[in-house]
């Protein structure tokens, strides 16, 4: 009996939306099935040829930052079942580590980040997309509070890029993938509702 092919689970929304606390709560719903998270982030473009000043001047919101032509060429091999090597993004020194991370094929594939829906093509791949839709206040709190607690930031560095670039990459090219999703939730994490009409709705899928 051949193989079902892997089913692919598409997460978006805004910095700060929930998304990643949607996927960790589908994640955990299946503690016993075959099932990966694979991050849009893990695939932000080596910059190794570029200064470290220049590294720093990065837009992480924008399209280009992302390898999303390697991301795809790794989720088509996941979706034959072949294992793949998962680059690993150094935050610290703004490039791509020199480390991978061998991951085997799952039964389900959780995508996540805010620009999944923004390619065509990475959309075809999927069989369900969700963006988390959350109100812009809550995500520049939440983000604010992730910034200076986990990355050490100050609050004016934290309001600075999100004024300049955070909120216009959001308005220009992430807010308008949402009329691409098939189910928009509201509240991200909190919105346990959608979460178990999401995970019933994989739990088909499954069987």
């Known amino acids: 009996m051949t193989k079902s092919k892997p089913i692919v689970i598409g997460v978006t929304g805004g910095s700060g939306?929930?998304?990643?606390?949607?996927?960790?709560?589908?994640?955990n719903h299946f503690p016993d099935h075959s099932i990966m998270m694979l991050e849009h982030d893990s695939y932000y473009k080596d910059q190794s040829h570029l200064s470290f000043e220049?590294?720093?001047?990065?837009?992480?919101?924008h399209p280009f930052a992302f390898d999303t032509d390697l991301l795809i060429e790794h989720l088509e091999k996941l979706l034959q079942y072949e294992t793949i090597e998962k680059p690993v993004y150094d935050?610290?020194?703004?490039?791509?580590?020199s480390a991978t991370i061998i991951q085997e094929p799952k039964e389900v594939i959780?995508?996540?980040?805010?620009?999944?829906?923004?390619?065509?093509?990475?959309?075809?791949l999927m069989d369900i997309k969700l963006y988390v839709d959350t109100d812009d206040d809550i995500r520049i709190i939440r983000r604010i509070k992730r910034d200076m607690e986990e990355r050490g930031r100050t609050l004016d560095s934290i309001i600075q890029q999100y004024l300049t670039v955070v909120k216009p990459m959001y308005h220009q090219f992430i807010e308008p993938t949402k009329r691409y999703a098939d189910v928009i939730v509201p509240e991200g994490g909190e919105n346990h509702v959608a979460i178990d009409l999401i995970t019933t709705k994989v739990a088909t899928y499954l069987k």
């Open 17 to 27: 939306s929930g998304k990643t606390s949607v996927s960790r709560a589908i994640f």
């Open 54 to 61: 220049e590294r720093l001047n990065t837009n992480y919101d």
């Open 91 to 97: 935050y610290v020194a703004h490039t791509r580590s």
């Open 110 to 124: 959780i995508l996540e980040g805010i620009l999944i829906l923004e390619d065509e093509r990475l959309r075809e």
